[in-house]
């Protein structure tokens, strides 16, 4: 019983019992909304920010930041594309893509890791690099004209009712949750983001373990590129553009310390439920997605700052000592 209300008490719990409220509000709204088919519905136009969720996770976790990962998504999907127009087999364009993906992550690991060049500049540039890039290859147009297959994989169910991206998300997912929590690497992050001192001084490989996380920020987003193209059906040089505010939102709201060290992947998990029912609400009320965008740009604030108003606070009162009276005019403190 006292396990269970601690972990009430969570930011976990929190978002548990935020996001039943949001849900009976959404299923008053609109009777059919807790259908399952409906939620695969829900699930499965964020999919692909979900999927690269679970790897922003450990960027986080490990005190760095990922701005790039949208751009790197739009770069592989616009690879995918542009290659197929040029007559390349579209297996071999997924390849290409993904290995595009991975070294754009390997180029941002490079001059965070070896030169020592701070994650959010380099990041940034990437954000900026990435996506002209994407714009360079095919202009304004917007290509298509993918195989029946390659859209099927994205469009249609792949097991039961299930697309495959939602299925690689459940798989990523549990991958994610067992790597972050129960072994070596997942340790490694953790210290690493509480205290790069201490990470040293434990034999950590700090610039390794730095150039393996951005290389598969960057190969984790191209499978999401690779995904949404194939759920599209068609991409441009903007596709997925803005999704690094609601994929670094989602991580933040889940738990995670943007300064790194501190968070789990269950609360992260929670919190993509939250954000998409959140939406899914929003649009039953005839939100529209500019203001969806607003209030979602606050809950990335609040995710900030509540956790930090609330971590002062403890310490404060921590930090306050009992005062005992003695005799009148005089005190003694324990």
């Known amino acids: ?43 499965q136009l964020s999919v692909e920010k979900a999927i690269v969720v679970l790897i922003m996770t450990f960027v ?28 390349v087999p579209t297996e071999a364009a997924i390849v290409i893509a993904l290995a595009v993906g991975g070294l754009c992550g390997l180029v941002n690991g ?11 500049a380099v990041t940034l540039a990437g954000l900026i690099g990435y996506r002209g890039l994407a714009r360079v290859l095919i202009e304004d147009r917007s290509i298509g004209g993918f195989p029946d297959w390659f859209e099927s994989l994205g469009q249609r169910p792949f097991i039961g009712p299930l697309p495959l991206a939602l299925v690689v998300f459940a798989v990523m997912a549990v991958g994610a949750t067992v790597l972050l ?6 340790r490694y992050v953790y210290v690493l983001g509480n205290n790069i001192q201490a990470a040293r001084f434990s034999g950590v490989r700090i610039a390794r373990l730095r150039l393996a996380i951005f290389t598969l920020s960057g190969l984790i987003a191209a499978i999401a590129g690779v995904l949404l193209a194939a759920r599209l059906g068609a991409v441009r040089g903007s596709t997925a553009e803005g999704f690094e505010l609601d994929i670094i939102t989602i991580v933040l709201l889940g738990g995670v310390s943007i300064f790194g060290g501190r968070g789990t992947m269950s609360g992260v998990i929670l919190s993509i439920l939250l954000i998409l029912n959140l939406r899914n609400g929003l649009g039953l009320a005839n939100v ?5 965008t607003g209030v979602i740009g606050v809950l990335l604030i609040l995710s900030v700052l509540v956790p930090n108003l609330v971590g002062a606070a403890r310490s404060r009162f921590a930090r306050e000592e009992p005062v005992v009276l003695t005799s009148p005019g005089m005190t003694q403190v324990d």
């Open 181 to 186: 929590r129960s072994s070596g690497f997942g």
């Open 288 to 292: 529209t997605g500019n203001t969806q």
């Open 1 to 43: 019983m006292a396990e269970l209300r601690s972990r009430l008490q969570s930011w976990e719990g929190l978002l548990l019992v935020i996001l039943v409220i949001v849900m009976g509000l959404n299923a008053l709204a609109a009777p059919g909304y807790l259908t399952a088919q409906n939620q695969i519905n829900l699930f």
């Open 60 to 87: 986080i976790v490990s005190g760095e930041i990922d701005l790039s990962v949208a751009s790197v998504m739009g770069l592989a999907a616009v690879v995918v594309a542009w290659s197929t127009s040029q007559g």
């Open 110 to 120: 490079f001059w965070i890791a070896i030169v020592g060049l701070p994650s959010l």
